[in-house]
């Protein structure tokens, strides 16, 4: 079966497709990062119509990387939600026509679904049960994975989630737009232990995340040292391992709770190399740790043909209506 995955929730426009038999056989991505780099953020109108005038040739491209025809496709994916409304319309609508006029199914797949099953393309994809560590601009979830389709939030963050904290906090340190993997670069030449940033809600027991207050402290500390190069560094540095190093005690918590010894990451911040590294170390303590590869932490259309393919094959149907949902609680799927 032959799945064409249509991912359009935020600035990225992502087409992949995905063979039962032969795996990921095409995926491409367009990134529209300068487009909103001069605003500071996603400029929702301007991401929709981006996704509009690109999705068609970034198809067409797909089908001839993967060299197919639309007619060899089996059924269609799109991303339904979380995401910015516009933007989901703009890919439900061509998943929609696309697979109507070719009369094969089509389904809306969740954006965060797409995330955690995107390990599961890799050469050696974990096996549930196990514990999810979902982080990336919008959700910072720790997820009961007890079989595909079966999720259950066990932790998540009261406010700012990790990828956003990012973002924010690499704006205050004058680095531009998408400012995650700009504020790693600028971490990695920091001084550890200079500045040091809390570990919010470790002292109490608990699941849930807060990362609002790094951004305060950052502020408070540019605020009262001199504000040169390598001061900019060592609070880049400071505010990471306070985010890695918070991920990583809950991480232990709530496998500690769970008793599961498989630890999924996905999602934008799971391509942060510092916290790739020390999840890792969990490897020592027993526990075995899956990522996707970086280009597939970050939203691509792989992980929407993937998900899309895993529920079309069990039989999982949507109708002719294309409802979209910006928001969209992970644990209201119906299993697989
Ligand atoms: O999963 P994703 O591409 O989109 C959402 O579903 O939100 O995640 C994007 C987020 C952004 O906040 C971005 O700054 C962050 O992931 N991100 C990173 C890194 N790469 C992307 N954060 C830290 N380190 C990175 N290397
Ligand atoms: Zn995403």
């Known amino acids: 079966m032959r799945v064409l995955g249509i991912e359009t929730s935020c600035d ?4 992949a497709i ?33 996704h509009v005038r690109h999705l068609i040739p970034l198809i067409r491209s797909a089908l001839c990387e993967a060299s197919c025809e639309a007619q060899d496709l089996a059924g269609v994916s799109y991303t339904a939600g979380p995401g910015l409304i516009g933007a989901l319309l703009a890919g439900a609508a061509v998943a929609r026509s696309l697979a109507w006029s070719l009369g094969i199914p089509c389904l809306g797949v969740h954006h965060m679904e797409g995330h955690l099953l995107a390990p599961m393309l890799e050469p050696t994809p974990p096996e549930p049960p196990l514990l999810a560590l979902l982080v990336s601009g919008g959700h910072t979830q720790l997820v009961d994975m007890a079989r595909v389709g079966s999720y259950r939030i066990l932790g998540e963050s009261v406010d700012d989630a990790a990828g956003e904290a990012f973002d924010k906090t690499a704006k205050l340190l004058g680095l531009g737009y998408p400012g995650g993997p700009a504020l790693e670069r600028l971490a990695e030449l920091g001084e550890a232990g200079r500045f040091v940033f809390p570990r919010p809600m470790t002292n ?11 951004k305060t402290f950052t502020l408070q500390t540019l605020r009262t040292t001199r504000d040169d190069q390598k001061t900019r560094a060592d609070i880049a540095r400071a505010f990471a391992d306070a985010v890695v190093d918070t991920l990583v005690i809950k991480c232990r918590r709530a496998l500690k709770a769970t008793g599961y010894r498989r630890l999924v990451a996905a999602g934008g911040v799971s391509a942060n190399r510092a916290l790739r590294a020390r999840l890792r170390e969990l490897s020592g303590e027993g526990i075995q740790v899956y990522y996707p590869r970086p280009e597939f932490c970050t939203d691509n259309g ?25 928001r969209w609680p992970l644990a209201e799927l119906p299993p697989v």
């Open 302 to 326: 792989a992980m929407i043909a993937y998900a899309g393919w895993v529920r079309l094959r069990a039989g999982h149907r949507d109708g002719l209506e294309f409802p979209v949902r910006p």
């Open 12 to 15: 990225e426009t992502g087409i």
């Open 18 to 50: 995905y063979d039962s038999e032969h795996g990921l056989l095409a995926h491409v991505l367009r990134t529209q990062a300068p487009l909103h780099a001069n605003y500071g953020g996603v400029v929702p109108e301007l991401a929709s119509r981006d």
């Open 204 to 214: 109490r027991p608990g699941l849930n995340f807060s990362f609002s207050g790094l």
